[in-house]
């Protein structure tokens, strides 16, 4: 079936640096890879998103690649605050034309050290 | 925006007993909605995909005879933990999205539920 695989688990940094997380999926099918920040208890917050038709997306500090020969993609976080310490998921989803199922990674939990 | 609303947000209930979250999109049809599980500092699992009018479709692993779940409009789904033991103690989130070609999805609040 489908899978995400999802790189590091854990992840600490320096307020200031930039933070690096990776992703690979197993679904060629795949056209749409969101990445959520989630809160203990809370739930996941869309942060960014990228379609397949294209190889990157940014917004302000965040940004993402996507290598669909490859089959991964990656979540860039510059100059890191200690409000982005969170953990933090990517997915996934299918064909759109079918139910478009969501499948999320293991998470990586980011620590930004002030 | 869409949203969608999760009740109850949390839960106990004794051994044996069953229990019934609901997930109602507010201001969107949704046919189709999705039901996760997280454990503890784990991922989302999916669990099943809710389609309404119709029977869900279960992912692998996953007991449909003891995670019942109903869609019967287009606004609600529901999960019904069903003789519940301590190892379904969890945190359950419901998902959707407002058509079919729209790729944007929205998250219910979820609903922890304890076993005891």
């Known amino acids: 079936g489908e899978n995400v695989e999802q790189h590091p688990s854990t992840l600490s940094v320096q307020e200031g640096d930039s933070a690096v997380i990776k992703c690979t999926y197993s679904d060629s099918a795949s056209n749409y890879f969101p990445w959520y920040k989630q809160e203990l208890g809370k739930r996941p917050q869309l942060i960014i998103d990228i379609r397949s038709n294209v190889g990157e997306k940014k917004d302000q500090r965040i940004a993402v690649t996507l290598n669909k020969t490859a089959k991964h993609f990656s979540l860039h976080i510059t100059e890191t605050q200690p409000e982005d310490s969170a953990v933090y998921f990517c997915?996934?989803?299918?064909?759109?034309?079918?139910?478009?199922?969501?499948?999320f990674g293991q998470g990586t939990t980011l620590q930004v050290k002030p | 925006g869409a949203v969608v609303s999760q009740h109850p947000s949390w839960v106990i209930c004794k051994s044996g007993t069953s229990v019934k979250i609901e997930c109602r999109s507010l201001d969107f049809q949704a046919t189709t909605m999705f039901w996760y599980r997280q454990f503890p500092k784990q991922s989302l699992m999916l669990m099943a995909t809710?389609?309404?009018?119709?029977?869900?479709?279960?992912e692998q692993g996953v007991e449909k005879d003891k995670f019942l779940i109903n869609h019967a409009s287009l606004t609600l789904s529901t999960l019904t933990v069903t003789s519940a033991h301590p190892e379904d103690s969890s945190f359950y989130i419901c998902?959707?999205?407002?058509?079919?070609?729209?790729?944007?999805?929205?998250f219910g609040s979820g609903t922890r539920l304890t076993v005891v």
């Open positions: 809710s389609n309404e009018g119709s029977k869900a479709t279960y």
């Open positions: 997915a996934a989803m299918g064909s759109i034309s079918n139910t478009g199922k969501l499948i």
């Open positions: 998902s959707a999205r407002e058509n079919i070609g729209h790729y944007g999805y929205t």
